[in-house]
T-cell receptor
């Protein structure tokens, strides 16, 4: 069975600085996809970034980038130039290729951006 | 986003009563999902649907049933609510089963069972 682990329950960062959120996963699959979702206090689940396992290049979306280490089964999220609006819960999620339904989430990291 | 509306947004009810949560989407996505979110657990899949009248169980399906009579609507029913089902419930949709397509989420329903 696949598992997703986020080892940092809470983190804080100063506005304009950079922060990295950790995520590791366990799987025997070779084809899979990884996602980071953001959940602000409004409770919405917002897709931040996604990575396809067979792509070696790390995904980037504006200030958000990932460090995908397939051999180490690590998928960390880096937020550059942190903004107050980045304050949220961040969830790492995994799904094996060709599979519907079985999106597996980590327990989340609560990020606070301080002015 | 994917035009997903969950209703109600909040509900308080008593143990033993039936409860139905509704998810409505306007994007004609084939795949729909129900999750629950609890502190310390992230989101866990309850049931999902891969087409009209086609549904299957997820990780935490006990005590829940679903129905999908139309593409746009996916209902989650608690036949006899228990306090352990107090949670925030999220509906999600997906356009294709290929997993490079992310799931899009509704705004959630906060359900309290007293």
């Amino acid at each position: 069975a696949q598992t997703v682990t986020q080892s940092q329950p809470e983190m804080s960062v100063q506005e304009a600085e950079t922060v990295t959120l950790s995520c590791t996963y366990d799987t025997s699959e070779s084809n899979y996809y990884l996602f980071w979702y953001k959940q602000p206090p409004s409770r919405q689940m917002i897709l931040v970034i996604r990575q396809e396992a067979y792509k070696q290049q790390n995904a980037t979306e504006n200030r958000f980038s990932v460090n995908f280490q397939k051999a180490a089964k690590s998928f960390s999220l880096k937020i550059s130039d942190s903004q107050l609006g980045d304050t949220a819960m961040y969830f790492c999620a995994f799904i094996k290729g060709g599979s519907q339904g079985n999106l597996i989430f980590g327990k989340g990291t609560k990020l606070s951006v301080k002015p | 986003d994917a035009g997903i509306t969950q209703s109600p947004r909040h509900k308080v009810t008593e143990t033993g009563t039936p409860v139905t949560l509704r998810c409505h989407q306007t994007e004609n996505h084939r795949y729909m999902y129900w999750y629950r979110q609890d502190p310390g657990h992230g989101l866990r899949l309850i049931h999902y649907s891969y087409g009209v009248k086609d549904t299957d169980k997820g990780e935490v399906s006990d005590g829940y049933s679903v129905s999908r009579s139309k593409t746009e609507d996916f209902l989650l029913t608690l036949e006899s609510a228990t306090s352990s089902q107090t949670s925030v419930y999220f509906c999600a949709t997906q356009s294709r089963a290929n997993s490079d397509q992310p799931q899009h989420f509704g705004d959630g329903t906060r359900l309290s069972i007293l």
